[in-house]
């Protein structure tokens, strides 16, 4: 079959439209991306390879040498001994950690233990609030439904506060 | 109470004492803390070490009136030792330089390590399986800490460290085990295998990077964070321990029908080299009191009780076998005092 909008070269883009009515369109590889109906598959030519690869490796090493303004530790250092400098590191860093913190925990990434006595009310409930709603997760998984309302009682009433 | 006291007694963990005491040598439950505002130890300079030292020792003596405090940076090699044979702080804190010190209370029960990899390392450590009554004791110690001074903690990740690994709840909740008939068996590397599918971490008598001589494994929780340190001493209590209990007494069981003579031989064989070798080494000594613990609560064994059976565990170990003596003394020499001493104790 030939392109219908060429007539010369060879249709192997077969389009149906449904709407308004019903109507097939039978065009060449190169009619077809001219018209937006395909992008034609390119390989990246070597400079853009390179491009990217540069781009990425600066992206690497930025964040190796991101430093903690209260403790100066690098990125780079705390990869090094795998300790890190100071409790303000875990906001520094915290979206380059947290892929290293998920791996290490099972994929979680929220606290949901035990709060300071002397810690911000706000804080208390928020956390108790998280562990609720994985509880009331649990329960519902588990088809134990009793307690599934017991739990959703306690998230109302936290929500309520 | 000083650091002599200490080897008069066979302390907390090795009464052989508590649940499961036949299997179960010791569980122990450890919290990590730091104090809000300062920097971790890795980027801290010697005066910020002493500052957090000063802080907390004088938070943590005034809490604890009848503990035992010890700075570790005045006390000399063999002491330090001592506590890590002790398991009353760890090979790091011991090897560690600058301020640094640690708390233990009368029973050696808990101990509060300061400036370890944490600036404060609260450890509950008792005989037997008994993790309820060591998380009341450290959950209470903690809060007592924590009163006065503010603990870094972050909404989303809890209780900062200076591992990523710890954070969250900061627990570590440990067990030490015997497992003498399933390494007989054969069938100690599946136990093994199963518990790291789990998510614990199976390791020898000292943690860390430690062999597992004499049969006694450790095993510990990995995960810390998005779980609350009732979820996770639950598992113990629940799942983990009692099933491992079970796979051990059974192989001993097992063992007692079809190979008796084996697993007799087994016992009174390492009996006949306590009792009359000229040299032993910590670790042969531990290999070879490991039959004897399983002949003791078989009812196979019954020239010694359990007792009897922790003093010669802890006593033969290089600081105690020292501090026993009164001198320094180098590796060959502590073969023969070793051998000597276990002479002694088997024949009266």
């Known amino acids: 079959m030939q392109c219908e909008r060429c007539h010369q070269a060879k249709a192997t883009v077969h389009i149906t439209d449904t709407v308004p009515e019903k109507t097939e369109r039978h065009l060449?590889?190169?009619?077809?991306?001219?018209?937006?109906v395909i992008v034609k598959h390119q390989h990246?030519?070597?400079?853009?390879?390179?491009?990217?690869?540069?781009?990425?490796?600066?992206?690497?090493?930025?964040?190796?040498?991101?430093?903690?303004?209260?403790?100066?530790?690098?990125?780079?250092?705390?990869?090094?001994?795998?300790?890190?400098?100071?409790?303000?590191?875990?906001?520094?860093?915290?979206?380059?950690?947290?892929?290293?913190?998920?791996?290490?925990?099972?994929?979680?990434?929220?606290?949901?233990?035990?709060?300071?006595?002397?810690?911000?009310?706000?804080?208390?409930?928020?956390t108790d609030l998280v562990r609720l709603r994985r509880e009331l997760r649990d329960a519902v998984a588990?088809?134990?439904?009793?307690?599934?309302?017991?739990?959703?009682?306690?998230?109302?009433?936290?929500?309520?506060? | 109470m000083n650091l002599d006291d200490l080897t008069r007694s066979t302390g907390e963990w090795l009464k052989g004492e508590g649940l499961m005491s036949d299997v179960v040598i010791s569980s122990r439950i450890r919290l990590a803390r730091n104090l809000a505002e300062r920097p971790f130890l890795n980027t801290a300079s010697e005066s910020d070490q002493t500052e957090i030292y000063r802080c907390l020792a004088n938070e943590v003596t005034a809490a604890d009136d009848d503990a035992m405090f010890i700075d570790l940076d005045e006390v000399d090699a063999i002491?330090?030792?001592?506590?890590?044979?002790?398991?009353?702080?760890?090979?790091?804190?011991?090897?560690?330089?600058?301020?640094?010190?640690?708390?233990?209370?009368?029973?050696?029960?808990?101990?509060?390590?300061?400036?370890?990899?944490?600036?404060?390392?609260?450890?509950?450590?008792?005989?037997?399986?008994?993790?309820?009554?060591?998380?009341?004791?450290?959950?209470?110690?903690?809060?007592?800490?924590?009163?006065?001074?503010?603990?870094?903690?972050?909404?989303?990740?809890?209780y900062l460290t200076a591992c990523p690994t710890n954070v969250g709840t900061g627990i570590r909740v440990s067990v030490m085990l015997h497992l003498p008939a399933l390494r007989l068996t054969k069938e100690i590397e599946r136990v093994a295998r199963a518990a790291r599918d789990m998510h614990l971490a199976v390791r020898g008598v000292h943690g860390e990077g430690t062999e597992a001589v004499g049969d006694l494994y450790q095993l510990s929780n990995q995960t810390t964070l998005g779980k609350t340190e009732r979820e996770i001493i639950d598992s113990f209590s629940t799942a983990i321990i009692p099933r491992i209990v079970e796979y051990e007494r059974a192989a001993r069981d097992t063992l007692a029908r079809k190979q008796p003579v084996r697993l007799d031989d087994k016992i009174w064989r390492a009996y006949g080299l306590l009792s009359n070798a000229r040299r032993l080494s910590t670790g042969e000594t531990h290999t070879l009191l490991s039959p004897l613990r399983m002949g003791i609560f078989m009812g196979r064994f019954t020239k010694f009780d359990v007792k009897r059976w922790n003093?010669?565990?802890?006593?033969?170990?290089?600081?105690?076998?020292?501090?026993?003596?009164?001198?320094?003394?180098?590796?060959?020499?502590?073969?023969?005092?070793?051998s000597d001493y276990l002479r002694d104790r088997l024949e009266n």
């Open chain 2, 311 to 338: 003093e010669l565990f802890l006593f033969t170990q290089p600081a105690h076998l020292q501090k026993l003596h009164g001198v320094s003394m180098g590796e060959r020499e502590r073969a023969i005092a070793r």
């Open chain 1, 28 to 36: 060449c590889e190169d009619c077809a991306e001219s018209e937006g």
């Open chain 1, 44 to 126: 990246p030519t070597t400079n853009e390879v390179l491009q990217q690869f540069l781009k990425h490796k600066m992206a690497a090493s930025g964040r190796d040498e991101i430093v903690c303004p209260k403790c100066s530790l690098s990125f780079h250092e705390f990869q090094l001994k795998g300790q890190l400098g100071c409790p303000h590191d875990y906001t520094v860093f915290r979206e380059f950690l947290l892929p290293l913190i998920e791996r290490a925990h099972e994929g979680r990434t929220r606290h949901i233990g035990k709060v300071p006595k002397t810690a911000d009310e706000a804080i208390h409930r928020q």
């Open chain 2, 79 to 158: 002491d330090r030792e001592l506590l890590v044979e002790r398991n009353l702080i760890s090979c790091q804190h011991a090897a560690a330089r600058g301020s640094r010190g640690v708390s233990v209370s009368p029973g050696e029960t808990r101990s509060l390590m300061i400036n370890e990899e944490d600036h404060l390392r609260i450890q509950g450590l008792r005989s037997g399986f008994q993790l309820d009554a060591i998380w009341e004791e450290v959950d209470r110690a903690d809060d007592a800490v924590a009163a006065s001074l503010p603990m870094a903690f972050d909404s989303q990740f809890g």
């Open chain 1, 142 to 161: 588990d088809e134990n439904y009793e307690r599934a309302a017991q739990v959703r009682d306690q998230i109302r009433t936290l929500e309520g506060a």
